[in-house]
């Protein structure tokens, strides 16, 4: 079993090293879900059959060991210099390739519910939400708020809290679902989202916004102009860049495409049924649901809703709108 648990690890090291080197695209959920499969199949070998085993050859030393004193007693031998202890211990201690396997299961089953199920941390690591998230922020997301999924095959179970305009998601990537994105929900299904003249207007009515002192962006050592705009429950903020024009350019291909029009003041976009469109609090520095379509409801990972570390600043920590 040693051979074949060594064979194992080191299909799953050379799977995390090919994908941190770049040579494969990896998935984190499968990887986890693997992990918790292999472990627990090991932990049950342990617990109902290489256990067992041990305490049995431990049980029979204690015997033999009994018997052999019993012996010697008889005949007149008191002082038997026999580490018992030292060899059982030695006989119930794990091997490592079980260590490794079945005594790491408990630790991998926690955090696989925990981030399957319940919360999943991300690090931003671009500036498409300023100001409301900066890069370096480190959130949680609550993977229950718009229903449970099955991992991996991201299956739903339950309907949850329906998906609200203004809400911050993290989602897959249409066009590469390996990868995550965090967007603001702009648009839910059977709205018309117009954007044009960096103006957003849902269902033709113009969404209110408030001019606020400018937003000096430090990673672009640049000022910008800063609003606050009502588009859901609570108002949130948003930078615009008065040097980059109102029309998208190099939008690509995209499922339903046929629902937007585009013009040199913007677009215009019908979402359809069981998608969402998706833009970014830095509205000229974003690249989203303008440029790349709707996302489908089974792309949704959950919703953005705490800062709980910057490393950078930590002033930065607490919730967000």
């Known amino acids: 079993m040693q051979y074949l648990t060594s064979l194992v690890l080191a299909a799953f090291v050379g799977y995390a090293g090919s994908w941190y080197l770049g040579l494969i695209e990896g998935n984190f959920a499968l990887l986890l879900f693997m992990a918790v499969v292999i472990s627990g199949l090991y932990w049950l070998a342990e617990r109902f059959y290489f256990l067992p085993r041990r305490e049995a050859a431990a049980l029979t030393l204690e015997s033999q060991a009994q018997t052999r004193r019993e012996e010697l007693t008889r005949m007149g031998i008191q002082k038997i210099d026999t580490d018992i202890a030292g060899a059982r211990e030695k006989l119930l201690m794990q091997p490592w390739w079980l260590d490794w396997t079945a005594g790491l299961f408990p630790v991998i089953l926690v955090v696989f519910v925990l981030r399957s199920f319940l919360f999943e941390p991300f690090k931003i690591p671009s500036g498409s939400m300023i100001p409301t998230l900066w890069v370096g922020d480190l959130i949680l997301v609550n993977k229950f708020h718009y229903g449970v999924r099955l991992p991996v095959i991201n299956l739903k179970l339950t309907e949850g809290t329906p998906v609200k305009r203004g ?65 859901g429950a609570a108002p949130h903020l948003l930078i615009q860049d008065d040097e980059r024009p109102a029309f998208v350019s190099g939008a690509d291909p995209f499922p339903f495409r046929e629902n937007c029009r585009y013009s040199v003041e913007g677009v215009v976009c019908k979402v359809p049924a069981g998608h969402y469109f998706m833009m970014g609090d830095n509205r000229d520095n974003s690249l989203d649901s303008r440029y790349w379509g709707f996302v489908p409801d089974a792309n949704i990972v959950g919703r953005a809703f705490f800062v709980w570390m910057n490393f950078g600043n930590l002033k930065r920590i607490g919730g967000f709108h």
């Open 167 to 231: 809400d911050v998601m993290v989602f897959r990537y249409p066009p590469r679902p390996s990868v995550d994105y965090i967007k603001r929900v702009v648009g839910v299904p059977g709205d018309e989202v117009s954007y044009l003249n960096k103006q957003l207007s849902i269902n033709g009515q113009v969404v209110p916004r408030n001019t606020l002192p400018e937003f000096f962006d430090e990673s672009a050592m640049r000022y910008f102009k800063q609003f606050d705009e009502a588009l």
